[in-house]
């Protein structure tokens, strides 16, 4: 399994990014995928999840509005479009499946296993 992220970057507040991960190694659309973000001093949590074969989808409330997880199943991709970025989603985020055809929903950071290297995104004030 390999998970490669890319599109963080640096961007004013109110700006938007689109991050991608690119999925190997498994069958995409089985499982539960979804970003995650760690700030600095802070714990890592879950943003966004979902599992395509279903289309089931979680978010964090803080985000909800703003940011969209969506997937392109021949590609293997998955996408996270953040919109009306604040200095607060300034953090390294994080790709990660979880690999097993169960799945609670949610998007808890002990449930996914295999994760990417991440990607530093910046919201600037």
């Known amino acids: 399994v390999q998970l490669v992220e890319s599109g963080g970057g640096l961007v004013q507040a109110g700006g938007s990014l689109r991050l991608s991960c690119a999925a190997s190694g498994f069958t995409f659309d089985d499982y539960a995928i979804g970003w995650f973000r760690q700030a600095p001093g802070k714990e890592r949590e879950g943003v966004s999840c979902?599992?395509?074969?279903?289309?089931?989808?979680y978010y964090k409330h803080s985000v909800k509005g703003r940011f969209t997880i969506s997937s392109d199943n021949a590609k293997n991709t998955v996408y996270l479009q953040m919109n009306s970025l604040k200095p607060e989603d300034t953090a390294v985020y994080y790709c990660?499946?979880?690999?097993?055809?169960?799945?609670?929903?949610?998007?808890?950071?002990?449930?996914?296993?295999?994760w990417g290297q991440g990607t530093q995104d910046t919201s600037s004030s």
């Open positions: 979902m599992r395509s074969s279903d289309g089931s989808t």
């Open positions: 990660a499946t979880n690999v097993d055809s169960n799945w609670s929903g949610s998007c808890m950071v002990t449930d996914f296993v295999f």
